[in-house]
């Protein structure tokens, strides 16, 4: 065979075992992936923080209350969302609790109730098996669960250990280490 050609096939065969690598590792291990707008402030920036998703986690496996995720957008399969878990399976939520605690003589359904957009958000709503209740942590510029209910788990990419701020500098900057690298805490706290 032709040295030339031989080179050729050998080069081509590496890149071909480069990318399905890339692949695998992007399918089933890893992603790091940009997020944009302001849902998910303080915890990521509105744009150019890049965050590290854990296919560990995909389907909701493993991820509890307070973990960050990212998720196929249930209104829109062509886009990602980044949200946390405020919610999960079998918990009475309240649908928009930035509109304030609702009196005592409201409710609480002891079924499940349907989500419904002309009701006020002073409703509660169980989450269904199998979903999750996810909101931004920025309730007033998040579009979430109080607007397309409980995301099912089929559609959790993964979890977000962590993220790069690119907006910071290459070294140090405010958060004092690698391109404003910091890990995404589990903000939920229990109460005994």
């Not at 030339?4 to 890339?22: D, E, G, H, M, P």
């Not at 690298?181 to 109460?191: A, D, G, H, S």
């Given at each position: 065979?032709?040295p ?19 692949h ?55 886009h ?40 006020s958000?002073q ?23 109080r ?33 404003g ?12």
């Open positions: 065979m032709n030339t050609i031989q080179a050729w096939v050998k080069t081509s065969s590496y890149a071909l075992r480069a990318v399905c690598f890339v695998i590792v992007h399918t089933y291990i890893y992603e790091f992936t940009e997020t944009r707008g302001e849902s998910m402030l303080p915890t990521l920036a509105a744009s150019n923080d890049y965050v590290h998703a854990f296919k560990k986690y995909k389907d909701g496996k493993g991820c509890k209350m307070g973990d960050c995720i990212v998720a196929i957008k249930p209104s829109d399969p062509d990602r969302v980044c949200k946390r878990i405020t919610g999960m399976p079998g918990d009475v939520i309240l649908v928009d609790p930035s509109a304030g605690v609702p009196d005592a003589g409201s409710y609480l359904p002891s079924e499940v109730e349907e989500f419904d957009e002309d009701e958000f409703t509660y709503v169980k989450v269904p098996r199998g979903h999750v209740w996810v909101t931004g942590d920025n309730l007033s510029h998040s579009l979430d669960s607007t397309y209910n409980s995301l099912p788990m089929g559609l959790i990419r993964g979890k977000i250990l962590a993220a790069n701020d690119f907006n910071e500098p290459f070294w140090g900057g405010r958060k004092g280490n690698f391109w690298f910091r890990k995404i805490q589990n903000t939920y706290v229990e109460e005994d």
